[in-house]
């Protein structure tokens, strides 16, 4: 129910009040309403319905406090010139070609329009190029390349399909008694989110392999596609001397390309720590005050359980899931994804011969 339908609700109650307790004064006592709009409301009821019940918005744009246009048209001219511009820069900008503007008025002129934050004014830039096909100056090739590495800082992650990019991650659960430290192993695919979970006692390099050989590879090989990249932190039981270094080692055998996330940034990899977080909301902080855990296998099996309706009955809230779960994005997405990779095995088969 929106504002506006609450509003003429609450008109409306007034009216009925009224006339249930006979009682103009006492209905707008208990209402919180004034004995003048208790009049006002029912002689506009009975002049003109349930519309005229709406509020009226009294304000009328003044008009002539607005720049000219061809100051408006100088400022959208410059905010698709150069995206990357705040609304200071953009008025010194356009003051040295002789447009005399406000920063405020800048603003004011892009929210009119739709253009008061970076990212709006990249999409409107993109849209422009698509409809006209100009060529790009030095200026919003800059503020595209800006954006892309906002993109990564933030966690946000470019994927075209399933199995194109996978991430890992390694995530200390707690300590259990007669056990030790325990340790999760978190794989997901970046696409559709499916993902994939697993203990051990220790955080080496062969563990993280292990995950991948044991969950994450035959998932891909049963549905007939393979995954071409992953994305890890810089932690030693991902990264070492590709030679003797377990992971890398399996990665080269399995021809899985290694991305590292950019140093000191770990929000790089974002989307698996976000993951690991839902895990750590959703699965072990109810587990472990319903249930005492004596072994490492037994807290497996829970956990498998829950990811098992993570993947399959979760909805999600991701902007490529849109509220369905994990494995029917996957599934969906699974024959362009096929596609996709019959097309690059032909292009290498085309560049071997």
Request: aromatic letters at 8%.
């Amino acid at each position: 129910m929106t504002i506006e339908q609450k509003l003429i609700k609450n008109k409306l109650g007034l009216l009925e009040l009224s006339t249930y307790l006979n009682n103009v004064s006492e209905a707008c006592r208990v209402m919180g309403y004034s004995r003048d709009t208790f009049y006002r409301v029912k002689k506009a009821y009975e002049e003109g319905g349930l519309e005229a019940l709406k509020e009226q918005n009294r304000r009328v744009p003044n008009h002539k406090n607005r720049v000219s246009e061809d100051v408006e048209a100088a400022v959208l001219d410059l905010a698709l010139e150069d995206p990357s511009l705040g609304q200071k820069r953009a008025s010194s900008t356009l003051r040295q070609r002789e447009v005399f503007i406000s920063p405020a008025g800048v603003r004011c002129v892009w929210l009119r329009h739709g253009l008061e934050t970076f990212s709006k004014r990249l999409k409107a830039l993109e849209e422009h190029v698509a409809k006209t096909g100009c060529v790009l100056t030095d200026e919003q090739l800059r503020a595209l390349e800006k954006a892309q590495e906002e993109k990564i800082a933030c966690g946000e992650i470019e994927t075209e399909h399933v199995g194109y990019l996978g991430a890992q991650d390694t995530f200390y659960v707690g300590t259990m008694k007669n056990v030790g430290r325990i340790y999760q192993q978190t794989f997901i695919d970046t696409y559709s989110s499916v993902g994939f979970a697993k203990l051990y006692t220790s955080k080496v390099p062969i563990n993280s392999a292990d995950l991948l050989n044991d969950r994450v590879i035959p998932f891909f090989d049963e549905h007939e596609i393979s995954l071409l990249r992953i994305l890890t932190d810089r932690g030693t039981e991902f990264c070492g001397k590709p030679d003797t270094h377990d992971y890398e080692l399996f990665l080269i055998l399995n021809d899985i390309d290694h991305t590292k996330t950019k140093a000191k940034h770990p929000q790089t990899n974002g989307i698996c720590e976000r993951f690991n977080k839902t895990i750590l909301d959703e699965f072990y902080s109810i587990a472990f005050r319903k249930k005492i855990y004596r072994t490492l296998e037994e807290l497996q099996q829970d956990l498998d359980a829950w990811m098992r309706k993570y993947n399959n009955e979760r909805s999600h809230q991701g902007k490529r899931c849109k509220d369905r779960t994990p494995m029917e994005t996957f599934q969906e997405n699974l024959p362009l994804a096929k596609q996709k990779m019959l097309s690059i095995k032909d292009e290498s088969l085309t560049v071997a011969a």
